[in-house]
């Protein structure tokens, strides 16, 4: 908190990478909502609007990541988001194709966009700043459709998460069964539970169930995640057994008879 007090003053005068920093360090303290995240904001839009050199993909991501972690929605970081969530700038980091980069910004942008209560789509396509967020998340999963086989785990889990939350229901049906195919492939000790959560949450949330998938998709996506959690023992994340507990139920998928 001291270091955040000492850093507020100076915020206008931070480069790309000394905001980035200070972004990272609050949240990863749990610092609250407050002061020094409007600074971070506002000297962070100020980057891209001197006519300078843009900040690097990484430093928005942290940014935007921070925000995101401690939940900050007030409005100088609703603007913040807004720049980000632009066409130009999407269009620019999707090209360069970083997949932590691609992935991290549609996590950050749809968490702080989409809430809750925010779960209808007449409400969506009210809003502006939701039609460029749902844009710039749909564009993540083209990409990430595109390099399905290469992204790690979880790259692949934060889109399918992101496209969940914005609503993207069409694009799920194409998106989905190929990430799920790709998870079975992958080695178990390349995944983790936080994965299949994510993944069985988004496909519980946007109504597919099993005849989406391949026979049996779904099913050995459930096995592997049990495989996570029962090595975790006593350290499982009762939010991830919640997750997977509540979409099995929403999308009846029936695990193996002695689970």
Not at 5 to 20: D, G
Not at 99 to 125: C, Y
Request: hydrophobic letters at 45%; charged letters at 20%; one cysteine or more.
């Amino acid at each position: 908190a001291e270091l955040a007090a000492a850093a507020l003053p100076l915020a206008p005068r931070m480069n790309s990478q000394m905001i980035s920093n200070c972004a990272w360090g609050a949240a990863r303290m749990s610092l609250p909502a407050g002061p020094i995240y409007d600074a971070i904001a506002t000297a962070g839009l100020r980057l891209f609007r001197d006519g300078g050199a843009q900040p690097l993909d990484q430093h928005v991501v942290n940014i935007s990541w921070a925000f995101a972690r401690v939940e900050v929605k007030s409005p100088p970081v609703s603007r913040y988001l807004q720049q980000i969530s632009e066409k130009k700038f999407v269009d620019g980091m999707l090209q360069r194709g970083m997949s932590h980069h691609v992935s991290g910004i549609a996590w950050a942008l749809s968490k702080l966009t989409f809430d809750r209560q925010e779960h209808r789509k007449s409400r969506v396509d009210q809003e502006p700043q939701h039609l460029a967020v749902q844009s710039a998340v749909d564009g993540a999963a083209t990409k990430a459709l595109e390099k399905v086989n290469d992204w790690a785990a979880r790259d692949l889990a934060r889109i399918v998460w992101s496209m969940a939350k914005v609503l993207l229901h069409d694009k799920a049906v194409v998106v989905f069964p190929r990430v799920a195919g790709r998870y079975i492939e992958m080695p178990l000790q390349d995944t983790s539970a936080q994965d299949y959560s994510m993944m069985l949450w988004s496909v519980a949330t946007l109504g597919m169930c099993s005849e989406h998938f391949r026979p049996g998709v779904l099913e050995l996506l459930v096995e592997r995640a049990l495989c996570k959690l029962q090595a975790q023992g006593n350290r499982a994340d009762v939010q991830h057994i919640s997750n997977i507990a509540w979409a099995c139920a929403k999308a009846c998928i029936r695990g193996r008879s002695n689970d």
